[in-house]
Each structure stands twice: as C-alpha cells, then as structure tokens.
C-alpha cells in the first residue's frame, strides 16, 4: 500500500484506544528547540508519527492519544480538517499536507503546473501560520523525460514565488528527497546533491529539504555522511526500516543502524521531530513505541 491509497482509508474503524490503555506509557520528555544535544536529562530529538502509515484502521480521534501515550508529539502529514483532532490532544502537527494540486508526480518541476501550485501553496502557507504549523511538504514531481537542470530551474522558478510569503509566515517549505528506484519510479528529487543545489538555487531560510533515511538508503546509502554534511539543507526527517520499509529494532530484517544514525543527527544541532513512517508488521502502538526508544538519544 502506497501513501496515496493509505490516505484513501484515513477515516475506516478501528480500537487502538484500547490498547493504548493496556499498554504502559512510555512517553519521552520533549526537549526545547534549544537545548543541550549532549545533555543526559531529556532527548535532544522529539517524536513524530506520519498519519497514513498508522490510520488507516483507526480513526484519528482514536489514535491521537495511543500515539501520544507511547511517546508522540506530534502526527503529521495532515490536512487543515485534521489539524484540530491532534491539537485537542496537546498533539503537534510537524509536516502540513500540500493542497490537492500538489502531489508526487504532479510538482514544481513543471511551469504548466505553477498556475494552480503557486496561488494553492500561497493559501495553504497562510492556514499553517495561522495553525502553528512550522512545515509544509511539497514535491518536485516525475521527470517525464526533462532533465536534471531542467528540473531544478523550473522548481526554483515556482517556489521563488511562494518563499517570501513563507518567510513572513515562517513556514518553512521541504521538498521530500524520495527513491525512484522501488516506490516512486521516475520522480526527480531523488538523490541528497540534486535537493541540496535547488535548495542553494532558491536561497532561503525557508525552503528545504525533508530527507527521508528510507528512500535515501535505497538510493544512495552513505546515510550518515550526507546527513553531517548537508544538515544545514535539512529541516526535517523521516525513518523506516530498509528493505521492506517495516520496523527497524534489532530483531528485524533490515541494514539500518538508527540508534547511530539518529545521534548523527542529534550532533549536527537538529532540535526538530523525526517522523517515523514506517508500515508496522504488527500492533502498529507496540511497533511504534519500540521506534521511539530506539530514536531517543
């Protein structure tokens, strides 16, 4: 199941409430955005959990405070009707959907398609400052056979139109590095140095890139390196396990190492949420309980 057909199920039945009360808390301390990365009393990191990968069983009412009682703080990739569900639950919302002109293979990376992502992006930046929420995801889109420069002049055309907006809203706008290998075939922003330039080609504080480990690894690996050396271009992250994109503890069948990953990220001065997104191949609470001890460093 893809990120596309998850959310078409966002709204089915479920009781995950009932087993959160079953299940002790676990719930982490939130550190400031400016606290000490080394300190030994809280985490620098907070926690996150992408809505399509967990909801798509359970009502959203219903998972909030599950997710909250085993560590989360915050449920993201949601749109502005969802925003108050998480919020009445002391919940964040880290990542903001992009409005339903943007998607994965529809992005910037084509001029015909700024007309309606401009002005939509524009009105969607205006919710989330009025909301309280700090991100909002967007897409660069399939190459369809344009090339690399292309892609990154175009991109940087149409989002140079919405950044200063974002900048007086503060809200930063991520582009989301994802693999074009296994998932999401033909897609352009694909590869760390590709995201970096057009994040440099748009020059602001407030465009940059959402680096998912997942797809990053199946791409081109080296995870920890490109973390350390472009953390500057990074203001969000995601997790799961690879391959399978399934949990990612010990025990489980994947060649990521996330407890060092995340104190790579941790040392490069990030004091923002890593959003785990990965497809629980069990009792989704249990699995994302054990994601958020290992992601507390």
């Known amino acids: 199941m893809n990120r596309r057909q998850a959310l078409k199920t966002i709204a089915a ?20 955005e400016n606290s000490n990365p080394k300190s030994d009393m809280s985490p620098a990191l907070r926690h996150s959990v992408c809505a399509w990968c967990y909801i798509k069983k359970n009502p959203l009412p219903e998972f909030a405070p599950a997710a909250k009682n085993v560590g989360i703080e915050s449920i993201e990739l949601l749109n502005p009707d969802q925003w108050p569900v998480v919020q009445k639950h002391g919940l964040a919302c880290a990542v903001a ?27 969607r930046i205006k919710e989330c400052a009025a909301a309280g929420i700090p991100n909002l995801i967007c ?23 919405i950044v200063s907006a974002a900048e007086k809203a503060r809200v930063t706008i991520i582009m989301e590095l994802l693999n074009s290998k296994v998932n999401h075939k ?9 995201g970096v330039e057009l994040v440099k080609r748009v020059g602001s504080e407030r465009f940059k890139l959402l680096y998912d480990i997942y797809h990053m690894q199946i791409m081109e690996g080296d995870v ?14 995601h997790t799961a396990g690879n391959p399978g994109r399934n949990e990612f503890e010990p025990t489980d069948t994947q060649e990521l190492n996330y407890p060092a990953i995340m104190r790579a990220i941790r040392d490069t001065g990030y004091r ?8 629980p191949k069990r009792d989704p609470l249990t699995s994302l309980a054990a994601a958020v001890k290992i992601c507390t460093v």
């Open 272 to 279: 923002g949420y890593i959003g785990q997104e990965f497809l």
């Open 13 to 32: 039945t479920g009781t995950l409430a009932a087993l959160s009360r079953m299940m002790p808390s676990a719930r982490a301390n939130s550190a400031s």
């Open 186 to 194: 033909d897609y352009q922003c694909d590869h760390t140095a590709w």
């Open 97 to 123: 959907n992009g409005p339903k002109s943007s998607s994965i293979k529809r992005g910037f990376n084509r001029r015909e398609h700024h007309a309606n992502l401009v002005p939509d992006f524009l009105a």
């Open 224 to 237: 920890i390196r490109n973390i350390r050396e472009n953390a500057q271009y990074i203001a969000h992250y």
């Open 139 to 161: 897409f660069s889109g399939n190459r369809d056979g344009q090339s690399d420069e292309e892609g990154l002049e175009i991109c940087a055309e149409g989002l140079k139109k």
